[in-house]
C-alpha cells in the first residue's frame, strides 16, 4: 500500500509540476522544418481547440466591433487594422491587390497574409510560435509574412529547437511586435519598446524581474486571457476584447494608500484621477518615441540631425521629431474614444485632423484624467471629396518618391477611396495612452507637482476654473465635488 501511494503521490507532483511549467515537447514535436506552417500542423494534432480560439481573436483577424467607439458601439460592421486609417504609417492595405501587407503583415499571428486575400478559416496559417517559442531564434521574415529563411539557411534560427521549446508567452513575446509598432522599436505606443526586456524597477515596477527589485510579471498578468482573448483596449483601435484596470489587482485587501497619511486626500483624488497619472510621471523612460511625423516632406533633400540617436529624416518617409523621459499631456477618458475612419469628411482643413482620442469631460463622472503621448503629423487630404487619401506607401512612394502615382494606385486598393487628382497636406493629431512604465511608489506624484503653481497640468484645458486647489475641484451631476 506504501509503495502505491508513493506512486500516486509522485504522479500527482508531475502533473501538477506540467500544469504549471508545461510539458517539454520534445517527446511531441519533431522535425525537420522547413517553414511555420510544418511546425503548426503538428500543434494542431493536440491543439485544435486553440488554434480555433486564436481564429476568433483580433489578433487574427484583425479587426472586431467598434465597441471602443463612441456612437458605433451598435454597429456589427467590422473594423481593424485591415481597414482603419492612422498618422504613423497610415494604412495596411494599400496599392494594387493590397501590397503593403507584404511588410505589414510581418506581425500578424499567422503565415502568408501578403495580399488583400487570406484564407482566414485556414487553421495551418496560425503562427504559434511567435507568442510562444522560448529558444531557436525563432523570426519573422521582413517581408512575406513567414518565418525568417534567411536566418534558418545562416543556421542563426533552429525551428525544431524553437517547436520544442514552447511555453507561456514572456515580454520578448508580446514585445515581438508591440515593441516595434509602426515600424520600429519605441515609435509607437509611449513606454512600449524593447528596454522593457531589461527593465529595472525605476523604469517598471511590474515588468521589472525580481532581482532587480520588481514584481517580474508577464504581460498577461495584466492584459487577463481566457481562450486566447486578450484583455486591452488601445487609444488608438475601434474594437477591444476588455478593459485592463489597476483595480483589477489592486483592491480590496490589496487597496494601496491603505497606511498613506494622506489617505483621505488620495480617495478623494482617485473619483477624477486615474492611477497612472500619479505613478506615471514621465513617458518612455526608457527609450524616445516618435512624437510628429511630417508625410509631406517625402522625396525632399533634408539634412537632419538626430534626435536621441535616432533618424529624424528618412527621405522615402518624411521628418520626425522624438522625445524621452518627459511630462505627458493629459486628457479625460471615460472607457471611449473619438476615431477618425476611413472617408470621414474633414469640416475645416486649417485645423488639425483629430485621429484618435479619448472621450471624456470634466462634467462626465465616470471619466477621469489619464496621461497620454500627444502625436502630431502631417499626411495628405483630397482636396475635392475632402477626406485624407488613402495612398500606397509601399514602392510607389517608398522607392520612386511619387505621390502622384501613389495616391493613383492607393484608390486601388481594396478599401481604397476614389482620388480627385489634387491633394493638400494637412495636420493631424492624435493622443496615445501611457499605461507602461508604472515607477515606484515613491516617485509617485506630490501635491506640488500639479498645484500650487505648477506647470504639468493644463487645467483650464481639462475644463477647470484654474488650479482646484484654489478653485475648488469638479462638480458632478450627483451634486458631490
Known sequence: MKAVMA?????????????????????????????????????????????EDVMKTSHWTWSGTPNHVKGMEKSTKKYGKTNMINNFCTTVFNGPDGMVRESCHKCHAGYGWTRTKFDLTDKTRVDCL??????????????????DKKAMEKGSMNLEEAAQSVGAPTLKNCGYCHFFGGGGDAVKVPGLDSTLEYATKDQDVHMASKAKGGAGLSCQACHKTKDHQIAGASSQMAHHEGHVNCTDCHSGAKAPHQKSKNKAIIEKHTASV??????????????????????????????????????????????????????????????????????????????????????????????????????????PMDSKFKYLSTFQQYKELWVNFDWEKALVNGAKSSEG????????????????????????????????????????MDWKALGYKGDPMQVGGRVIKAGKK
Request: glycine share 8%; net charge positive.
Open 7 to 51: 506512486v500516486l503521490t509522485a504522479a500527482l507532483v508531475l502533473v501538477a509540476f506540467q500544469a504549471f511549467a508545461g510539458p517539454d515537447h520534445k517527446d511531441f514535436v519533431k522535425g525537420p522544418f522547413t517553414k511555420g506552417q510544418d511546425v503548426t500542423k503538428q500543434c494542431l494534432e493536440c491543439h485544435e481547440k486553440q488554434a
Open 130 to 147: 511567435v507568442c510562444h517559442a522560448q529558444k531557436g531564434n525563432y523570426a519573422r521574415s521582413a517581408v512575406g509574412a513567414d518565418v
Open 274 to 379: 486615474a492611477c497612472q497619472t500619479c505613478h506615471i510621471p514621465t513617458i518612455s523612460r526608457g527609450q524616445a518615441t516618435k512624437t510628429s511625423w511630417k508625410w509631406s516632406d517625402v522625396g525632399k533633400k533634408i539634412e537632419a540631425e538626430e534626435q536621441f540617436d535616432k533618424e529624424t529624416f528618412a527621405k522615402h518617409k518624411g521628418t520626425f521629431t522624438y522625445n524621452m523621459n518627459y511630462v505627458p499631456t493629459y486628457a479625460w477618458y471615460n472607457g471611449q474614444i473619438e476615431r477618425y475612419m476611413v472617408g470621414d469628411k474633414i469640416k475645416d482643413p486649417s485645423k488639425p485632423v483629430t485621429m484618435y482620442k479619448p472621450v471624456g469631460s470634466i462634467k462626465d463622472k465616470s471619466a477621469k484624467i489619464y496621461p497620454y503621448k500627444y502625436y502630431t503629423g502631417d499626411q
Open 417 to 456: 477611396l476614389p482620388y480627385s487628382g489634387k491633394y493638400q497636406f494637412v495636420k493631424t493629431e492624435s493622443y496615445l495612452s501611457a499605461g507602461h512604465e508604472v515607477a515606484p511608489k515613491e516617485q509617485a506624484l506630490q501635491c506640488g507637482e500639479c498645484h500650487m503653481g505648477a506647470k504639468r
